[in-house]
Structures are given as structure tokens and as C-alpha cells.
């Protein structure tokens, strides 16, 4: 089965700058999380996803990030306006009830 | 915050088995024990998943005692490749996948 999908892999912006990523979960997953991952440290959760509906989100900074995956398929991360600090990996994971996540490649932000 | 605690860092040397514990004193009745391995620059990868008792598959064992307080993944011979940090994960259905620091293995030659 294929995996799951990411865009870009690396993306370089100014502080200020808005910035978008996208995912593609493994089909048929109905779970989709996005996790932000700054270096030397283990993943943080953004916000989860049952089909099209947030079943988490109390980890997003939501003056400045939003998310949305509205046909329950694939998802969208914003950051409007970046800082320096939101330089990190940004991961996208997907799964089927109690199967484990599987993760994508991930997106490796730098803000400069 | 993370629902486990684990080592910081392990060293071992090739063809060794490795063992890391994870403590999870709050364990809720429904949630499941999760292990990720992550290599640098890559999104971690599943191990194994287990609830209790003794977990086996191609790659590692689980071990769980009967209050599930805790768990142990074990590598049976690590090689060089297993350079990695492991992550213990706790979650109901895998909601609330919340991952901590994690331990930073580093296998010797």
C-alpha cells in the first residue's frame, strides 16, 4: 500500500511569511494527525482528525495556525504569520483504529 | 504533556539484546502501549503494540506486567542499524498519541 504523502519536503520562509502544508493520508484511514517536531525533541501533537471532524486540537496555537480536512481524505496545515520559533519538522500521520500511526516524511520548515 | 517517562539515553554494543523501559503509572483501563522507532531525518515507524502480558513479532518483544505500570521493549541482538530513538507511547484507539522526549539508543561496534 502506498504510504503516506506529503508537500513539500522542505520549505524556507521569512518570519511573517504565511506557509502551507499538505497531506495525504493511506487510504482508508479515517484518523489523520498533524505533529510539529523541533529538533532534539520528540513529536508534538497539533491536532487530530476523525474523518473530517477535530477530535483534538488543544495543543495548536490557534492565533496562528489552522488546519482543516474537509472530505475527510486529505488535510492542510497553515501557519499565518510564521515566527522563528515554528522552524521544525512538521509530520503527518495516519491511522486505522488500533493499528499504530503510520507516519509521512515529513515537511522540514525553516523561518529565517 | 506525555503520559510516559522513559531513559533519556542507552548505549549498547552490536549483538547485544537491549531492553528499554517506559513507565506509565496512570495507565487508563482502555489504552493500549505503543513503541516507535525514529531515524534522523525520517517520521517514526510502529515497533509493536501490546495491552498486557508478552507482545512478539519480527522485530522486538513487549513485556507488560499485570498492573501495567510500566513495559518493557526488548531487541533481541541489535545491530548498527538499530541506532535510533525509541518513543513509548499510551492511547485508547490511538487518540491523545502523545510522545515524549523518548530514549536516544546508540549501538557500538
Known amino acids: 500500500e502506498a504510504g503516506v504523502a506529503q508537500s513539500p519536503r522542505y520549505k524556507i520562509i521569512e518570519k511573517r511569511q504565511s506557509v502551507a502544508f499538505w497531506c495525504n493520508p493511506i487510504?482508508?484511514?479515517?484518523?489523520l494527525y498533524w505533529y510539529q517536531q523541533i529538533l532534539g525533541q520528540g513529536p508534538k501533537l497539533l491536532i487530530q482528525?476523525?474523518?473530517?471532524?477535530?477530535?483534538?486540537d488543544s495543543q495548536l496555537p490557534k492565533d496562528r495556525f489552522s488546519a482543516e480536512r474537509l472530505k475527510g481524505v486529505d488535510s492542510t496545515l497553515k501557519i499565518q504569520p510564521a515566527k522563528l520559533e515554528d522552524s521544525a519538522v512538521y509530520l503527518c500521520a495516519s491511522s486505522l483504529a488500533d493499528r499504530g500511526l503510520h507516519f509521512g516524511p515529513g515537511t522540514r520548515l525553516t523561518v529565517t | 504533556l506525555a503520559k510516559t517517562t522513559q531513559p533519556i539515553s542507552m548505549d549498547s554494543y552490536e549483538g547485544q539484546e537491549v531492553n528499554i523501559t517506559c513507565s506509565h503509572n496512570?495507565?487508563?483501563?482502555?489504552?493500549?502501549i505503543t513503541w516507535y522507532q525514529q531515524f534522523p531525518s525520517q517520521g517514526p515507524r510502529f515497533i509493536i503494540q501490546?495491552?498486557?502480558t508478552k507482545v512478539t513479532n519480527e522485530v522486538a518483544s513487549l513485556f507488560i506486567p499485570a498492573d501495567r505500570k510500566s513495559s518493557t521493549l526488548s531487541l533481541p541482538r541489535v545491530s548498527l542499524s538499530d541506532t535510533a530513538v525509541y518513543y513509548c507511547?499510551?492511547?485508547?484507539?490511538?487518540?491523545?498519541?502523545?510522545f515524549g522526549a523518548g530514549t536516544r539508543l546508540t549501538v557500538k561496534p
Open positions: 501490546g495491552y498486557k
Open positions: 496512570n495507565i487508563a483501563t482502555n489504552d493500549y
Open positions: 482528525f476523525q474523518n473530517n471532524g477535530v477530535v483534538d
Open positions: 487510504s482508508g484511514h479515517a484518523t
Open positions: 507511547l499510551v492511547g485508547d484507539n490511538n487518540n491523545d498519541m502523545r
